[in-house]
C-alpha cells in the first residue's frame, strides 16, 4: 500500500513539474518575442546588455507604437524580465520571471 501511494505521488509531482514547466515556457516565449520587439523600436544606445520589464512592455503600451497582448503574461509580475545581451550581432535571453505556477 505505501509503495503504490509513492510512485502515485511521484507520478502526480512529475505531472504538476511538466504543467509549471509548460506554463512557464508559453511565458518565456511571449516575453521573448515583446522584448524582442521592444528592443527593436526603443533601444538605440549601444549596450551589451539590456533589461526589458513587463512594466516596461506595459508603458510602452499606452503610446500608439505597440500593443502587446500582456494578458498572456497576466501570471507573472511586472517586475519579471528578461536580458538581452547582445554577442557577435547574435541576441542572447536570459529571463527572471515572477509567475504564479
Do not use: H
Request: with cysteine.
Amino acid at each position: 500500500m505505501k509503495k503504490g501511494l509513492v510512485i502515485l505521488l511521484v507520478i502526480l509531482s512529475f505531472l504538476l513539474i511538466g504543467c509549471v514547466k509548460d506554463n512557464l515556457d508559453k511565458e518565456e516565449k511571449y516575453l521573448k518575442e515583446y522584448a524582442t520587439d521592444y528592443y527593436n523600436k526603443f533601444m538605440t544606445s549601444k549596450l551589451d546588455s539590456y533589461e526589458i520589464t513587463i512594466s516596461m512592455l506595459e508603458e510602452s503600451n499606452k503610446t500608439d507604437q505597440t500593443d502587446y497582448d500582456l494578458s498572456k503574461l497576466k501570471s507573472c509580475k511586472n517586475d519579471s524580465y528578461v536580458t538581452i545581451t547582445i554577442e557577435n550581432e547574435e541576441k542572447i535571453y536570459d529571463f527572471k520571471l515572477n509567475c504564479k505556477s
